[in-house]
């Protein structure tokens, strides 16, 4: 018996104002099967997806030769028509369910709009019907939920609230574009493992991502796309085990999972270039030593908490302890809320704990005036998940770290444009870029920016708060290895955090994991990932894909 595909298309070609972005792109998709579509930013994924919905945008101009969805030739069709497709016959799931979602509705009312716009149900039939798709999704007191806002809800709740939306009526088509890309770990293992079910029913799926690994756990075929164009394809186990285009082998070399301490994930050729700043020594304490070295920055039994409403607190950490050592990285892993970032800003002296202390190359930090740590700020330095939001935007990029430069030291102007040259060349930029706007500088150039501010004062420690969350996977490999280089380079220490174990892994000698505001493991990397003796350790290490 002869099975028709539920999508199918031939030669999809997408421009903007002259520039092609989508070029002779053709696939097919199946009743229950699942095609990921994979390639890092700007490679057309999302345009390609949007164009099969008629979402590509009115300055676009797409042709293609054959575009059938759901059973329908919709190559010609009108707003009016796609509208009518939409939502009933095709299903789409974005990245970011908190924009995707009307802050100012419940999630039952958003739900509702494809059953109220696409079926004839009464309103007690569409209520019905939106309690049993959030039940459907996993979401738990689905009655309370459905008349919850947006905000209201975790991440993870509210990816499933937006699936819930996409799967209202059935649909024998279901896009879903980057839909784990902002969750924690294990929420988008159950994220994953829900699109899988649904496959398993029935509907065809275009799985759009830039991560590998994460497809692999649900794709039945891939096709990698690189500069508009599909440059590899076939089932999942040939593209994982024997790829055969050098973008493809690029682009799972960058994934950290299985990778050792200092081994490259990038090619070669991103190693930055030597600076005029003078190599440390990075010889390194190992374990068995470590109670002989002095730790740079260290943690206590620190608390904090924050108030909640009117009446209420909340206990975000508990009771912490750490010590990072000279030249050596500490991860600190856990989920969103588990209180590594409240952590974080403990250590670098913005919050104060509530109890217990923090300690700056063996002396007090955490309890004592602004002032008296001024002489000791500049030794530490912080990376961010978002650079460009920490940024000035009246400030280009020698601006920026002629700014940084200047912390606790007044230099000639003369002196700034040689440290903004050493400090870009440090990082892997071209010292052409000072006179530009961040704005105007990609994902990967921004970070390498945020490091390079962060050096500027010649810290000892850096605290870096997912630093690489954002980020595709081969610009992550780029940034995590040129992590690496300058550590072994000025024999930094990092504080990692991370909800990411194959990154954590990847980069640090000791590990603790954090749920609930409380470390529920602490010890040496390859001991906590290979011997987990804590139920919420290998509850994250069950959910992390491995391709």
């Known amino acids: 018996m002869n099975i028709s595909p539920i999508l199918q298309v031939e030669d999809l070609n997408v421009s903007f104002g002259g520039t092609s972005v989508v070029s002779g792109v053709s696939f097919t998709v199946y009743p229950g099967e699942c095609l990921a579509l994979v390639g890092e930013s700007g490679s057309g994924k999302s345009v390609t997806a949007r164009s099969l919905m008629g979402l590509a945008g009115p300055d676009s101009r797409v042709h293609v030769d054959t575009l059938d969805v759901a059973g329908h030739h919709a190559k010609n069709y009108s707003q009016r028509s796609w509208r009518a497709l939409r939502g009933k016959h095709v299903g789409l799931i974005l990245q970011d369910a908190l924009t995707s979602l009307d802050p100012l509705r419940t999630v039952g009312k958003e739900i509702d709009d494809a ?59 279901i896009i879903a574009d980057e839909p784990t890309t902002a969750l924690d770990a294990t929420i988008a293992a159950s994220v994953m493992g829900l699109l899988g079910d649904l496959r398993q029913a029935g509907s065809g799926m275009l799985l759009i991502s830039h991560d590998l690994a994460t497809v692999a756990t649900v794709a039945d075929s891939i096709a990698v796309m690189k500069d508009g164009r599909i440059v590899e394809r076939g089932p999942r186990e040939l593209i994982l085990n024997d790829p055969q285009h050098p973008y493809t082998r690029e682009l799972l070399a960058a994934v950290p999972t299985g990778k050792p301490r200092f081994t490259r994930l990038s090619p070669a050729a991103n190693v930055p270039a030597s600076s005029g700043r003078e190599p440390v020594s990075t010889a390194a304490p190992n ?17 904090k908490t924050f108030p909640l409403g009117r009446s209420g607190h909340f206990k975000a950490v508990r009771g912490v302890d750490f010590a990072l050592l000279p030249g050596r990285t500490l991860g600190v892993v856990g989920e969103s809320g588990s209180g590594k970032t409240t952590t974080a800003r403990m250590a670098l002296g913005l919050l104060t704990p509530d109890s217990g202390v923090v300690e700056l190359f063996g002396e007090p930090w ?72 961040p704005n105007t500088l990609s994902g990967g150039q921004r970070q390498r920016l945020a490091i390079a501010r962060a050096l500027a004062p010649n810290p000892k420690i850096l605290i870096c708060d997912e630093p690489v969350s954002a980020l595709d996977v081969s610009i992550q490999a780029q940034v995590l290895d040129l992590l690496d280089e300058l550590q072994q380079r000025l024999g930094l220490s990092y504080l990692f955090i991370s909800h990411d174990l194959s990154v954590i892994r990847h980069m640090s000698d000791e590990v603790l994991v954090m749920r609930a505001g409380e470390v529920v493991e602490a010890g040496a990397t390859e001991q906590v990932f290979t011997d987990p003796q804590h139920p919420y350790t290998r509850s994250l290490l069950a959910a992390t894909p491995v391709r």
């Open 115 to 173: 059953l109220r716009l696409h079926s004839s149900s009464s309103g007690a039939e569409r209520a019905a019907r939106v309690i049993e798709l959030l039940e459907a999704v996993g979401l738990d007191d689905p009655v309370r939920r459905a008349g919850q806002r947006s905000g209201e809800l975790s991440g993870g709740m509210r990816q499933r609230a937006l699936i819930a939306s996409a799967i209202a009526m059935n649909p024998a088509l």
């Open 287 to 303: 374990v068995g030593q470590s109670d002989a070295v002095r730790p740079l920055l260290s943690a206590r039994g620190v608390s």
């Open 366 to 437: 955490s309890h004592i005036p602004e002032p008296a740590r001024r002489s000791r700020r500049s030794a530490l330095g912080a990376i961010y998940q978002d650079p460009l939001s920490s940024f000035d935007p009246r400030l280009s990029v020698g601006s920026l770290l002629a700014d940084a430069l200047s912390f606790g030291a007044t230099r000639s102007q003369r002196a700034h444009t040689v440290g903004i040259a050493e400090l870009l060349q440090l990082v892997g930029l071209d010292a052409s870029l000072a006179g530009r706007n």
